[in-house]
């Protein structure tokens, strides 16, 4: 029989699976964004800065303690009898999860939030997937359906599910996937009958996540369905609280409800994250309640996805930089090899051999870049949100609502090539179950096709997102870019840099108007080029991320305290960036405005 084979003097210097270093999430925050300055917004006066620090500094507390040792509990979730069983700790760490308020930490006090700003929502889940991806799933959907409630359901719904929703007693999931209606939602079948005050559902919705379990005493569905002799499409589509448990007008729990967990999907990753089928009404009545309008469930439900899609973009940075740091880790340990350039008779460690170094300075580049994107654009949302009416709080809306797609779509295939690069960094021990980046690698490969794929975030970016607003959304990118440029063209330090940078926008810019111009004329040809021009978008933003905090790095490194090897590896990393990716992004548009069309003129038959 054979056994699996350990390495202990290896394996101790892996654990535990989470890592991170707080300096580059408080370098973000404090250096490149002022995060304190939200707390001049009238909705934030009663905090502080410190508050803020001290939120983040205990969010990493939580998330090493509490929700990094699950990845010790070898036991995944079963389905025995048609339910789904978990893990003792996860529902544990579910509960305390809620109970110490990091479900709802940005949320209305009203409803058992925090009261936090937004962006400290981002910052807390970038801890918690960082450390546990499958289980951060359970309240951060609870989160989602809890403020679909609180924003668009009446006071009474609100009352009734928003506050244990928000305190890990009940569990909350999306529910709008059908086995013929995955990105088309328009081909929903799911019904909704009217029953006095209430709707009947019947339906079956598949690949739910978190869509059963035991963590929790009720799990709340927002579900999507069509009422009887609704329009056709997506505008006869509307949304329903549906419990699993019947909840009385009092909040106690009554009767089962008749939504039926009919199977587990057997999955690539996140084996500790069930994904499920589930059948509403099919052994009697299924009670769901209107929320919000009728057949505008869709615009109701956006606001989930959308977030979801900003979080798809967090999981996959979260893993990458975890998975980073545990082959940072290993390359520093592992002694392999001697040094290439002096001959010397030892063997040196991993971390010694220039192919090494320049794997782990790219997934270096590549995990800060992620992170002052995504910190960025919560940052964002908050002034569009709290700002008063204008053309200040236009402008930020315009900004977060562009970088959605890249957020989403970019760091997915950048965070997926960030663990292949970690697996690869560490050699064989990389591809062993035993460790953990095989984990990440197949976790985060999800991430790029959740929430709408890749392909169809493209399309957004390039199609919605180029018109709304008289085109206001890409006008506001790119005043931004072309300041920044601007300001740094000449930067001691970093000029060349940005002189690279500044070089790539005017084609990036030709060729958004050459694909506008096609989606009118060539939509064909339009649809076949959107994402890689989502990819050279996600490149800048990146190179611009990079440069500035470089910038700051280089004035405040000037003291050469005991920081300087923190500052100067920003400098390196926005350095190896611009200098290894621009050009392949120069590239890359050369082949979206290339005059062939063999992707679109060639016969089906021809594959």
């Not at 205990?58 to 893990?87: H, I, Q, T, W, Y």
């Not at 949320?107 to 910052?123: A, C, E, K, L």
């Not at 590549?366 to 236009?394: C, F, H, N, Q």
Request: aromatic share 10%; hydrophobic share 40%.
């Amino acid at each position: 029989m054979l056994e699996t084979v350990t390495h202990p003097l290896i394996w101790e210097k892996v654990v535990p699976y989470f890592k991170i270093d707080q300096r580059d999430l408080f370098f973000i925050l404090k250096e490149q964004l002022h995060y304190g300055d939200l707390c001049r917004l009238p909705r934030y006066r009663d905090l502080s800065e410190a508050a803020l620090d001290l939120l983040v500094k205990e969010a990493l507390r939580f998330a090493r303690e509490v929700v990094d040792p699950l990845n010790e509990v070898e036991e995944s979730v079963r389905f025995e009898k048609g339910r789904v069983v978990c893990p003792p700790p996860y529902k544990t760490a579910f509960r305390r999860c809620g109970a110490a308020g990091w479900t709802a930490v940005a949320r209305d006090p009203t409803y058992g939030g925090q009261g936090f700003p937004h962006m400290m929502r981002i910052v807390v889940n970038d801890l918690m997937y960082g450390a546990c991806q499958a289980f951060n799933m359970a309240p951060s959907l609870s989160h989602g359906a809890g403020h679909l409630i609180e924003s668009f359901g009446r006071p009474a719904l609100k009352e009734r599910f928003v506050p244990r929703l928000y305190n890990g007693i009940w569990a909350g999931t999306m529910c709008l996937t059908e086995t013929a209606a995955g990105s088309n939602l328009a081909a929903i079948q799911t019904t909704a009958r009217r029953n006095g005050g209430r709707f009947l559902i019947s339906g079956e919705k598949c690949l739910i996540s978190w869509g059963d379990h035991d963590l929790s005493e009720n799990i709340i569905h927002l579900l999507l369905a069509r009422i009887e002799n609704a329009p056709r499409g997506i505008d006869g589509i509307s949304l329903f609280v549906v419990p699993k448990i019947r909840v009385r007008s009092d909040g106690s729990p009554g009767e089962p409800n008749n939504v039926v967990c009919t199977g587990l999907e057997k999955k690539m990753g996140l084996h500790a994250s069930p994904t499920t089928s589930l059948s509403f009404g099919v052994r009697g009545a299924c009670v769901g309640h209107l929320c919000g309008e009728e057949n505008r469930g869709l615009a109701h439900m956006f606001q989930m996805m959308n977030a979801a899609r900003i979080n798809a973009g967090v999981s996959s940075m979260s893993i990458a930089g975890t998975a980073y740091r545990n082959a940072l880790t290993y390359a520093r340990q592992r002694v392999q090899g001697r040094e290439i350039a002096d001959g010397g008779a030892g063997q040196v460690s991993l971390v010694c051999h220039p192919d090494v170094r320049r794997m782990l300075l790219y997934m270096k580049a590549a995990v800060d870049g992620m992170r002052s994107m995504i910190y960025t654009a919560a940052y964002w949302e908050d002034l569009s949100r709290e700002l008063p009416p204008g053309r200040e709080k236009d402008t930020w809306r315009n900004l977060l609502d562009f970088a959605t797609p890249i957020v989403k779509a970019y760091c997915a295939d950048t965070g997926f090539r960030v663990c292949e690069t970690a697996m690869q960094c560490m050699g064989g021990y990389g591809y062993c179950r035993g460790y953990p980046v095989a984990d990440h690698l197949c976790d985060v490969k999800i991430m790029s096709i959740y929430e709408g794929t890749n392909g169809i975030q493209s399309m957004d970016l390039m199609g919605r997102k180029m018109e709304i607003r008289g085109g206001a959304c890409f006008d506001a990118f790119r005043r931004l870019l072309d300041t920044f440029c601007a300001r740094c063209y000449r930067h001691p330090t970093l000029g060349e840099r940005v002189q690279a940078l500044a070089a790539v926008l005017p084609r990036l810019w030709h060729a958004t108007e050459k694909m506008r111009v096609w989606r009118r004329t060539d939509p064909r040809r339009w649809a076949a080029n959107t994402y890689p021009m989502l990819t050279a978008f996600g490149d800048v933003t990146m190179a611009w991320r990079l440069l500035d905090m470089a910038r700051i790095a280089a004035y405040r490194g000037q003291n050469r305290g005991r920081k300087r090897y923190f500052y100067a590896g920003k400098i390196f990393q926005a350095r190896h960036f611009v200098d290894t990716v621009l050009p392949h992004t120069l590239a890359r548009l050369n082949t979206c405005l290339r005059p062939d069309r063999d992707v679109i003129d060639m016969p089906a038959d021809v594959f």
